[in-house]
């Protein structure tokens, strides 16, 4: 599942640039590599957690693709400097052990 976030979060500059047909490219190829790994997954007799680790492989596929068209357009690192986002998480936390 958090593949398929990230992958979503990753197609906000191709969604931006209207290159809407990466964006369903890339839906594709995780449902495409998700039907697979099902089918083999039934074929081999698996269970139900098999069934349900199929989706992080797909999902990454899915991820590899939008990273790749999406190079330059997003920044893929954290920034070293910054200073405001832990600030924040720090914040949150003292305040979270409080109302514990």
């Known amino acids: 599942m958090s593949m398929q976030v990230l992958q979503q979060l990753l197609t906000v500059p191709l969604q931006a640039q209207l290159r809407l047909g990466w964006v369903a490219a890339g ?16 074929l081999a007799g698996g269970g139900i957690v098999p069934l349900l680790a199929v989706i992080t492989p797909a999902g990454l596929a899915a991820v590899v693709l939008i990273t790749g068209l999406i190079r330059g357009s997003m920044p893929l690192r954290r920034r070293s400097g910054s200073e405001p986002t832990r600030c924040c998480c720090e914040r949150s936390s003292r305040l979270q052990l409080r109302l514990r």
């Open 27 to 42: 839906d594709l190829v995780r449902n495409a590599v998700n039907t697979a790994l099902v089918v083999a997954v039934v």
